[in-house]
């Protein structure tokens, strides 16, 4: 069938709601507004205000109350507008959800999702459009999903749901409105492996979410010019399947980065380093990074364009890693 | 109180049982800065020497099955709400045998069987969890409820104002307890709030709010009972203001330059352990040998838990990230 990103999330959203009497949707806007993305759209009227809960702009105060029901026997949906809004309930995410488990000597597990979009190009300016991910895959305890497809937009958050620990789950805003073909009968998918979305044997793309439509759109041009790029999308940015990253850079012997996030002690400069530390000898190139300028997002296009990664730039660094730059 | 006898008189809110729980705590917190300044006993320590009677007075209105949130000055709360002393100190000592399996310590204490949800360092960062805890019981019917205790410093935290704002607005079972010892670390409540009538803050969120003398065991064992019974009859949130002080520092690390020697003495002749003894003895209802006994009891209570955590065994190191993640996806 015919479907959206968007749409694919409120298919998930729905079926949890119905699957499981625990499970309910609470955060900003999502119920009368009907989501600030749509993505809620119609679930008050299908479920009623007790399992579709909009709150008060709190997010320390309703994540945190995400995290008590948690603990006492419910299954929350926690939805934060963006991740820079997170930022306003980091300490509830780092300092309870994800530490308390270990703190409480293994006997309180926080069975908690929190969702939020991330990342840039809509003109939003430099307080809605940052990708911080990769901030907190640096926090143990928590687990990271970013879904880049109609599959794992649709089948990811079941498998969040039962998953005993936290999870984060990040939709990029640009692919909401992604459109393709899903299974009638898509349902949950695993959390724990990355994906090769397009087998390549010259260079390993990686990347995650919302770079995942340019850098395919990249290795299409890569193939033009007889470049064949293998393009790995990450999916779980914690815990990162390492596995799967070393595997492709022994086939390719080359490895570019992308990612929309600033470069400077973030997810790329980890994966960088773990390709360093263990495939160092695989190599017959850099590892290159195409990452997002280090500015506070600009609102005009043309330099909010200039900002983020793209798919040229990541076919210049692909091109120079197999030697075939200009 | 003259039928000493009396069922009630014995009861969890009885002056007697009030005068053990407050000695209970005492002794096992006079324990604990004893075997700190031998370094058994490490990291930060912060006791509650002096502010017995609130600890005392809130746990004696509950039931089995309510949840407890506490802050990181929480042996009493911990001791209170059931787990047992020999678990605590194990978990001082940060041994396997702790209540938190040694990874928690003196800030961190927690107890499934007694729905203590700790132990929070963050002051004010257990006040959503309560919410959240009494929003699980709202919504599955059950009529729990849930105790958030926390310091005068926390209701100068965002997320006093979100918590609370949100347990009112949506009519939730928690008991919000201030424990007001008039100083947030060393920050005099008139130089960190612009409203020194707690009671009067919490109030403008519609919220039942009431002013107690912490001191005194009984006033706030009939303020939580009158509370509790509100909250549990689906009234939603209320809030308590329990006038306190602590005897002690801070914490060990303390220097206390902030206050004066004249009036932590004065506070001192209000100790709510002889106030409350000698309250019961001038009623008849305790004699010298009586307290020898609770004396008795309570000493003998903290020495076995030290000989238990003295015992006790240290985690392997080989577990270190273990309890980062679940064991076992399935929930």
Redesign the interface.
Known sequence: MKTTYREAMRAALREALQRDDRV?LMGEDVGAYGGCYAVSLGLLEEFGP?RVRD??L?E???????????????R?IVEIMTVNFSLLAL??IV??AAS??????????V?LVIRMTTGAGRQLGAQHSHSLEGWYAHI??L?LLAPATLEDARGMLWTAL????PVLIFEHGSLYAAEGELADDAGPVGIDRAEIRRPGTDVTLITYGGTLPLTLDAAAQLAERGVAAEVIDLRTLRPLDEETILASVARTHRAVIVDEAWRSGSLSAEIAARIAEKAFYELDAPVARVCGAEVPMPYPKHLEEAALPSAARVVAAALEAVGAGA | MTAPADAAAAGPGSPRALLRAMLRVRRLEEACVRLYTEQKIRGFLHVSIGEEAVVAGVTSALEPGD?IVATYREHGHALLAGIPARKLMAEMYGRAE???????GSM?L???DARF????A?VA?G???????????A??GRDRV?VCFFGEGAMAE??F???I??AA?WRLPVLFCCENNLYAMGTALARSESQTDLALKASSYGVPSWEVDGMDALAVADAARKAVDSVRAGGGPYFLELRTYRFRAHSMFDPERYRERAEVAAWMERDPIPLLRSSLTSAGDLDDAGWAALEREAEDEVQDAIAFAEAGTLEPIETLE??????????
């Open positions: 309910f007790e709150t008060p709190s320390s105060g309703f994540v945190g109350a995400g995290i008590g029901a948690a603990l006492n026997g419910m929350p300490d509830q300092n309870s308390l488990l270990h703190m409480s000597g293994g006997q309180f597990n069975p143990p305890g687990r039962a998953d005993p620990d | 949840a702790g209540c938190s399996h040694g990874r928690g961190h927690f107890d499934a949800f700790g132990g929070n963050i960062g006040l959503p969890l309560a919410v959240g805890l009494a929003l699980a019981d919504m599955q849930t965002g997320e104002h979100e918590s704002n949100l607005l273990r309890f980062v993640y679940s064991e076992g996806r399935a929930p």
